[in-house]
């Protein structure tokens, strides 16, 4: 972030104005007290504490409300789904109700179909189901079949969204089907040896349906592994497929390949950053031979987490094929899934290693390609699915709204999470089509929280010797401008959202421009006796549950009068809306 003077920020002073009248006001009133009790020595009431300002609060807290520091892009949250879907069975249900209700809950977003098996996609352009699906169990293979094929038939007879509710009996066969598959995809995952996936006309079909009703913009991924001998790229699968998604006039955004700093190990063949940038320059000419597509946005490399061969990759696929994507994305997990602690999901060092990785990506950019757009373009807590308990529980959400946090701050335009509903531990939603923590998570920080950063001023009022770095560490701050689709609030609130990673309770004081202000609070909590481990989440005391398929519960604020001072619990996070406050930098 670029350094600015003093004199450039006018709110600066008036945050230091505004300390120095509290500080005052404390003083004198700590005077007051020595002058009264000089003379007669006052016992303290029981259980009292004298009441100085600087006993009672922790820090000061202000907010620069004339200019944002970022602008990102609208669908900064955003999603992603991994093409093992289609192996498992799953994309069959995308048509669930209740599943795209979810989905619409966290729109606008992007929805990248992609992961490790996108080199293993090949495209066939009919739609014949039986052929193509996965293995099950021969006891129920026959009428489970039958059954997918009814429900498609009904659903082609529907005009517009095709949504479906499927009967409980189905959904128990595809989570029994869906178990035994997810074994095997392990395997691949931990041994990097991966299978072939085919995605037919009817797959692609069922995908589209999902991210339209759903208000989500797909971007799918395409096979960079499928070479002709020289080891040039064979466009021929993603031909087809352009010309068929074409003739259906699908809005599809695109992408090629997967971690291609990984081809080796995936599949013993080495694919260069020259290479690379001749398969984007090709697919890029290929978009604008399809009529449809000669505007269609490109994304890519897809890089892994920035490491030596990784770097040396996205540098020279800059400096050869920048100006060729439309936005430069990369992959970061967190820790892989030997992981089997609450307490590492908690660890500040841990939580820091995004900023190191943001800061490698975009100086490697910004050497080439100066301003252009850098996404986080596939993200979890853990890797190889996650940690069953720990990765899909309420402590994970501290590593996930962090990232988003730190993401804004750095200026990552576009977080893509993985995985919304997939296998494994990572997903927002659980195979019982039920909202996990991260997803309420996301939910809140759709509905308060807006494209435009704000900077956050922070001061220790601590008596304990150097606090600062341990409040900062622990104690982590954020704000936007509100989001505007909020119909709540006015344009020129503010929404501050606070990560509180120390195991008591911190008092905050809001100071400056945010002074005597009232603030609707929206506090998260894990909901019952598994403490961090829970996979329920409360908001302000009350347990958050879907009232029906179609249907969010009502996010209810609890209202902090003017000038309180804000109590966060230990190990919690909480969203803030500063109202009323007409903020310039959120008014326009």
Same mark, same amino acid.
């Given at each position: ?81 991994? !093409? ?23 729109? !606008? ?46 659903? +082609? ?33 931990? %041994? ?54 074409? %003739? ?95 307490? +590492? ?61 730190? %993401? ?58 150097? !606090? ?121």
């Amino acid at each position: 972030m670029p350094k600015t003077s003093a004199r450039v920020f006018p709110w600066f002073s008036l945050w230091l104005a505004s300390l120095a009248t509290l500080v005052v006001q404390s003083v004198l009133s700590s005077s007051s007290y020595s002058s009264s009790s000089s003379s007669t020595y006052q016992r303290p009431a029981a259980g009292g504490k004298r009441p100085g300002f600087m006993e009672r609060t922790l820090i000061l807290l202000d907010v620069n409300t004339r200019s944002p520091i970022r602008v990102l892009n609208d669908n900064f949250l955003s999603l992603q789904l991994d !093409p093992s879907i289609i192996k498992d069975g799953w994309l069959d249900f995308l048509s669930s109700r209740r599943l795209v209700t979810l989905a619409r809950g966290l729109s !606008p977003a992007y929805l990248r179909f992609g992961g490790k098996r996108t080199d293993f996609l090949q495209f066939n352009n009919q739609k014949n189901l039986a052929k193509f699906r996965g293995p099950g169990p021969d006891y129920y293979l026959k009428n489970y079949e039958d059954d997918i094929v009814r429900s498609d038939i009904a659903l +082609d007879k529907q005009k517009g969204c095709k949504l479906a509710n499927h009967p409980d009996i189905m959904l128990e066969l595809q989570r029994e089907k869906a178990a035994t598959t997810q074994l095997v995809l392990l395997k691949e995952q931990l %041994s990097n040896i991966y299978s072939n996936i085919t995605i037919t006309a009817r797959s692609l079909d069922k995908l589209y349906n999902f991210a339209d009703c759903a208000g989500l913009h797909l971007i799918l991924g395409l096979n960079s592994l499928h070479r002709n001998p020289d080891n040039s790229w064979n466009t021929s699968s993603t031909l087809s497929l352009l010309k068929y998604s074409a %003739s259906k006039k699908y809005n599809i955004s695109w992408e090629l390949g997967n971690e291609p700093n990984a081809y080796r190990s995936m599949a013993g063949r080495a694919v260069n950053s020259t290479q690379l940038a001749q398969d984007y320059t090709k697919l890029r000419t290929l978009l604008q031979s399809v009529r449809y597509y000669h505007r269609a946005h490109l994304y890519g490399p897809n890089a892994g987490r920035p490491r030596k061969n990784a770097i040396l990759l996205l540098d020279g696929f800059m400096k050869n094929a920048g100006s060729v994507v439309d936005a430069v994305t990369w992959q970061h997990y967190y820790m892989d899934g030997r992981v089997n602690k609450v307490e +590492d999901f908690l660890k500040t060092r841990l939580l820091d290693t995004l900023t190191e990785q943001i800061t490698k990506v975009t100086k490697v950019v910004n050497a080439h390609t100066p301003g252009k757009k850098v996404w986080l373009g596939g993200l979890g807590p853990a890797w190889a699915g996650g940690i069953n308990n720990l990765s899909d529980t309420y402590a994970a959400g501290f590593l996930w709204a962090n990232t988003l946090g730190m %993401s804004a701050v750095q200026g990552i335009d576009v977080v893509l999470r993985h995985s919304f509903f997939d296998y494994g531990y990572t997903h927002l939603v659980d195979q019982h089509f039920n909202p996990l923590p991260d997803y309420w998570f996301s939910l809140v920080f759709k509905r308060l929280v807006g494209p435009k950063v704000l900077a956050v001023r922070v001061a220790g009022l601590q008596r304990k010797p150097q !606090p600062g770095r341990v409040i900062r560490d622990k104690l982590r701050i954020y704000a936007h401008c509100t989001s505007y689709y909020n119909h709540n609030y006015v344009r020129g609130s503010i929404t501050i959202y606070i990560i509180n990673l120390h195991r008591s309770r911190k008092k905050i004081k809001l100071a400056g421009t945010l002074r005597n202000k009232t603030v609707h609070q929206y506090l998260l909590q894990p909901y019952g006796t598994d403490g961090l481990k829970a996979k329920h989440v409360q908001l302000n005391g009350e347990k958050l549950l879907m009232v029906d398929n179609e249907t969010f519960p009502e996010l209810k604020p609890k209202t902090l009068r003017a000038g309180r001072t804000i109590a966060m619990p230990p190990m919690t996070i909480g969203f803030y809306v500063i109202k009323n406050i007409n903020a310039y930098a959120c008014r326009r």
